[in-house]
């Protein structure tokens, strides 16, 4: 897969990490991955979505092919893209008053 930016992941960059710290962030996500009260396919979706906001293009491939895997059809990920996109735009529209309030403290 091309990316905007050609940048490989590079797992070397890994070892000036706490490795304790990897480890359990590992784990942790092997486990919220589980089936639980979502199927594999259902959080790898909401992932898939999650990714798009967070912008991680390793995420984003990562995820797409394990809920390709787990069933998820290409019109399922492409509406989870598009509820992802409204979440986004949805924030501009939410918090549009954060600049438009804004006025020049000397107005003398």
Sequence with gaps: ???YYSKKYNRETSKYFDKASLEG??????EVFKPGKLDVKTKE?????A???TRCPYCIESHTKKA???GATK???AEVIQIAAALNAGACIA????ALEVE???KK
């Design 1 to 3: 897969m091309d990316y």
């Design 45 to 49: 979706l909401v992932a898939i979505a």
């Design 104 to 106: 020049l403290e000397d």
């Design 51 to 53: 990714t798009y906001l």
């Design 95 to 98: 918090h549009m008053n954060f």
């Design 25 to 30: 962030f590992s784990n942790w996500n092997k």
């Design 75 to 77: 019109e399922e990920i």
């Design 68 to 70: 390709l895997k787990a």
